[in-house]
């Protein structure tokens, strides 16, 4: 949050031509927003694909029982503001391609309002929100694997399928230690790099490759892996992946331009789509019987759950980065979007849970 309150400073003050200037600066043939955006997100989706392996095999993710309210309130998340936003750009002016962006949750900016609130709400909330979130990056990834792929260099594909299957094997040979997983995702991410689909993809498939539960020893690379690299990706990563993208200027921004349909059906889709979504998708999954509400939680804490899955910040800005790559207007427009939606949704979320009674 106070990298994105510094970015939108920076941007908006005397500073603002060497920000820009900065982030266009070229280091090793790719500007330094390019090494952020498709080599430090590589190691933010690395984790992501960590944490989606772990929860499906050992975690709150393990058994149907367990996905099923988790994985209703997902889908919904992601068809009710993808439905809003489509609605806001089906008219003159409007930008179709944009629909995936307020489909995407912040499980970290989420997860943080909840813990600002303490024993306001129970842990089986933060279960709830945890297991929905994944399910949510899981989406995520797969929108923008099949979605937003540009031209494909066959012979570069070809080759990371290549290296796909040499981590494949390295798995079913129970190899625990991680240098060769690792040696082998570095040319992974420069063949997908070079192939057309997005290379931060590459940090999920080698997530999955690495074994959970490795043959001899009981060292989990899994485990051993994301406890490394959570400290940088909560306090590096992201953070300078805000700092990056989150900086617009303001100058000449009217209420009127937010009626623009990008910012007008990202910030709807964020704050409306998501709650309705969510909301409605576990009270038909519930009164079907198909799974019970989280223990000690009441449906107005679920709904501010809810609005609390408004929140998009990384996912959304980097949905839209890819939406509208040669648009700076258009990505603009984007993140004033992803911060109005994600600030609404945040106080109104933390609000409504302020309070104790279920």
Known sequence: MVSAALALLVANSPLAGRYFAMLETTVAGLSVLHWINDGLMAVFFLLVGLEI???????????????????????GGMAGPALVYLVCNTGPGGQPAGW?????TDIAFALGVLALLGSRVPVSLKVFLTALAIIDDLGAVLIIAFFYTGDLNLLA????????????????????????????????????????VHATLAGVVLALCIPLRPSRGTVSPVHTLEHAISPWVTFLVVPV?????????????????????????????????????????????????????????????VYGVALLCGIGFTMSLFIGLLAFPADPLLQDQVKIGVLLGSLVSALAGGALLLRRSV
């Open 100 to 104: 995936a962006i307020p489909a995407a």
């Open 241 to 301: 992946f805000g700092f990056a993208n989150a900086g617009v200027s303001l100058a000449g921004v009217s209420p009127a331009a937010l009626l623009e349909p990008v910012p007008l059906g990202v910030a709807l889709g964020l704050v409306l789509g998501k709650q309705v979504g969510i909301f409605l998708s576990v009270v038909l999954v519930v009164r079907l019987g198909w799974a019970a509400l989280p223990a000690q939680a009441g449906w107005r804490q």
């Open 157 to 196: 594909l070809a080759g990371a399928a290549v290296v796909t299957a040499m981590l494949v094997v390295l798995n079913r040979r129970g190899v625990a230690g991680l240098a060769p997983y690792l040696l082998l995702g570095l040319l992974l991410w420069a063949l997908v790099l070079s192939s057309g």
């Open 53 to 75: 392996k772990r929860e499906m095999l050992e975690g709150r993710l393990a058994s149907w029982p367990q996905r099923i309210l988790p994985g209703a309130a997902a889908l």
